[in-house]
């Protein structure tokens, strides 16, 4: 404190380091639930691909069968014309 002619003169100062510590702290906190939520919706992403794979995979099977079975009923009615034709 300082005095000039009778004035009286004084400062006064704010100790923010507790806020400073306590903002990083935050933006620590904040940090780790980024990468906490990106992780997640990481593997979030890779079970729908994983799933969508797996539908494709099961599609692909049965129209395979669909296809097999295509085949063999169209040969049945190829002999049965080529039996009809004999016939004739």
Same mark, same amino acid.
């Given at each position: 404190? +300082? ?5 009286? =003169?004084?400062s006064?100062? *704010?100790?923010?380091?507790?806020? #400073?510590? %306590?903002? =990083? $702290?935050?933006?620590? *906190?904040? #940090?780790? *639930? ?8 990481? %593997? ?5 691909? =994983? *799933? ?6 099961v599609?692909?099977? +049965? ?13 049945? $009615?190829?002999?049965?014309? +080529? ?6």
């Amino acid at each position: 404190m +300082q005095t000039d002619n009778g004035r009286l =003169n004084f400062s006064a100062g *704010i100790d923010n380091s507790q806020l #400073r510590q %306590d903002a =990083n $702290e935050s933006r620590g *906190i904040l #940090r780790a *639930i980024t990468q906490s939520a990106k992780k997640e919706g990481e %593997d979030i992403d890779n079970i729908f691909k =994983n *799933i969508g794979k797996t539908i494709v995979g099961v599609f692909t099977v +049965q129209q395979a069968a669909n296809f097999a079975r295509q085949i063999v009923n169209v040969r049945g $009615e190829i002999e049965s014309l +080529q039996k009809s034709f004999e016939i004739l």
